[in-house]
């Protein structure tokens, strides 16, 4: 069976809409390969035949039962299809010195970690703990969730930023005690105390909010060509300078979006010029938080802009229309970046190349 077909096989897998015939395929292969000796090149290949098989089996002991809701069974279905997709592309891909030299250079970009920086009203900056989980306010000033104090002095500042490096993501509980998870290359702005009549606080890039409830002061969220209004609900923001449009998804309660009410399960996109309310995909907008990546019919620049915060990477595309490129998926948040990439390249679509610091992307004609 030709490489583009397997990988045809295995996304309709991961999609739900392989058939009982393809499944059973699927199923068997994973089968037999604990049964056969595989003729290996190397001990390297080895390890990674002995990985893959376990990754598999510990996916199949992690399926869901019928009593979880269906987006766990999809998740289960994505990762399990991802795990084979990426034992496919390891073992079956005929991999030259080059590429294998490509790969271990790749390997030195990691996955994102806990930090961030925090910056303080009259421009001075601290450097906030990886070990920590998060910060918070306590008697007027800011220290880590588990209380400790981020800095010897006592911080006066009427207002802080905590600033997400790529590479990076960070857990900030504001003044009323809402709580708010920043991704990689994302800011929030708020102030050491909210004002009377209202909760105001400023953001790039993306964040989940969990908003305590308070009717008498709305708690409002500014960003890219918008404003979002709430009193206490659970929401998520994408605002990235690179996409066209500012996303909210909403979860639960009720928000505002520039005068426009969203309810569970709605986003809005908003631009300079426009605004749509459309139903919501929750589990592609939120899996960030929860350790993994969920691209539904996703275009390959969006992909790869958000690997590049995550890993704090850069690619470059040898060909323009490579980005037009549709993709969908599961990934691993804490998996390596060869890993993950060679997800993609066992598609048959395109391949990677280390270049210069940068990572070259190559559609495959």
């Known amino acids: 069976m030709e490489q583009k077909n397997i990988a045809e096989i295995l996304l309709k897998y991961e999609l739900g809409i392989s058939s009982a015939e393809e499944n059973q395929l699927i199923e068997s292969w994973y089968e037999a390969q604990q049964a056969v000796e595989w003729e290996l090149d190397s001990a390297e290949q080895e390890d990674r035949k002995n990985t893959i098989l376990l990754q598999i089996q510990q996916q199949l002991d992690a399926k869901p039962s019928s009593r979880n809701p269906w987006y766990r069974r999809a998740a289960w279905i994505s990762a399990a299809a991802a795990v084979l997709l990426i034992a496919f592309a390891l073992l079956f891909i005929p991999r030259g010195q080059s590429h294998r030299d490509t790969l271990a250079a790749i390997d030195q970009f990691k996955p994102g970690q806990e930090k961030a920086i925090l910056k303080l009203e009259d421009g001075s900056s601290i450097a906030l703990k990886g070990g920590k989980s998060g910060v918070k306010i306590v008697n007027g000033t800011a220290v880590y969730l588990d209380g400790s104090p981020i800095s010897a002095m006592e911080l006066q500042s009427r207002k802080l930023t905590v600033e997400v490096p790529r590479g990076g993501q960070y857990q900030v509980n504001l003044p009323d005690g809402s709580k ?186």
């Open 180 to 365: 708010v998870w920043l991704n990689a290359a994302s800011t929030i702005s708020y102030p050491m105390q909210f004002a009377a009549d209202k909760r105001e606080v400023l953001l790039t890039g993306e964040a989940y909010f969990e908003v305590n409830k308070n009717p008498h002061k709305p708690f409002i969220v500014k960003s890219r060509n918008q404003e979002v209004k709430v009193l206490g609900t659970t929401f998520n923001i994408n605002s990235y300078d690179n996409r066209e449009f500012v996303e909210t998804t909403l979860l639960e309660g009720s928000v505002d979006v520039n005068q426009r009410l969203l309810v569970p399960g709605q986003r809005s996109l908003i631009s300079k010029t426009s605004i749509q309310i459309l139903p919501a995909n929750i589990e592609a907008a939120t899996a960030w938080k929860k350790g993994y990546f969920l691209f539904d019919n996703e275009r390959l620049d969006a992909i790869l802009a958000t690997l590049s915060r995550w890993y704090n990477v850069d690619f470059e595309y040898e060909d323009s229309a490579t980005k037009q490129l549709v993709f969908w998926g599961s990934i691993d948040k804490n998996q390596s970046l060869t890993k993950t990439l060679t997800f993609l390249e066992s598609t048959g679509q395109l391949n990677f190349n280390y270049r210069d610091g940068k990572i070259a992307v190559h559609k495959i004609k």
